[in-house]
């Protein structure tokens, strides 16, 4: 079992710039893949980023690539998503989620344990 505690979210400009950060408590991080996903109201949680236990490979949807990085502090138990040059389609519930002893996955049905989610809304 594993706990997953967002930073709080907040509110930003277009192009500005946000890092929220997720905590974990329970078993051994470094033996999740780690993960970020986004849902605004009314449609599905989509993926935004991922990375594996190690750090070694990280994944990123078309829409974030090149302006969001995924990171992780395996001491720390924390694993972090930077935002940069947000847009209002960026504007979001934020989820972090942990896949445990796997490859960082894309799909959110191979994730074992989520967040309770924070909202980022990007102003135009």
């Known amino acids: 079992q594993v706990q997953l505690v967002e930073s709080r979210g907040g509110l930003v400009q277009t192009g500005g710039s946000l890092r929220v950060s997720c905590a974990a408590s329970?078993?051994?991080?470094?033996?999740?893949?780690m993960g970020w996903f986004r849902q605004a109201p009314g449609k599905e949680r989509e993926f935004v980023a991922a990375?594996?236990?190690?750090?070694?490979?990280?994944y990123y949807a078309d829409s974030v690539k090149g302006r969001f990085t995924i990171s992780r502090d395996n001491a720390k138990n924390t694993v972090y998503l930077q935002m940069n040059s947000l847009k209002p389609e960026d504007t979001d519930v934020y989820y972090c989620?942990?896949?445990?002893?796997?490859?960082?996955?894309?799909?959110?049905?191979?994730?074992?344990?989520w967040g309770q989610g924070t909202e980022v809304t990007v102003s135009s």
């Open positions: 989620t942990a896949a445990y002893n796997k490859p960082p996955p894309t799909n959110l049905g191979e994730y074992d344990y």
């Open positions: 329970g078993r051994t991080f470094s033996s999740y893949s």
């Open positions: 990375i594996s236990r190690r750090a070694y490979i990280t």
